[in-house]
């Protein structure tokens, strides 16, 4: 894997535990620990929910970098404009189920809520 760079931890020492770090910084310790798994797929659930502009923008970046190294990047967000901004492709979900998969230029806001908002359709999975 080739390096990242991430800005360090603003920790008050050594023995600063991770719980009481900025939520940014906690974010960047649990990257920090799935990225020295070296795994080709990566789930990121929320990763910039009650974070600043700052470390959202690290958070990007870093995803980005991942991506353009051959890592598969599953990213969760309720946030419209953080999907729209980082996806190559939008899995749409209405009450658990799939409702529609969008390519980035199928992407748009109204694309996502129309099928964000289908509650009987449904895709079928193909064999």
Known sequence: MRDLFITPLAAASLDQTSIDLSGGNQQKVVVGKWLTA?????????????????????IYKLLNE?????????????????????SHRVVVMCEGRITQILNAHEATQENIMKFAT???NTIKASA
């Not at 070296?38 to 470390?55: H, K, M, N, S």
């Not at 890592?71 to 729209?84: N, Q, R």
């Open 38 to 58: 070296d795994t080709d797929i990566l789930i990121f659930d929320e990763p910039t929910r009650g974070i600043d502009v700052g470390a959202k923008s690290e």
């Open 66 to 86: 991942l991506a353009q190294q051959g890592k598969a990047i599953i990213m969760i967000s309720s946030e419209l404009p953080e999907i729209l901004r980082m």
């Open 118 to 120: 289908q509650r009987n």
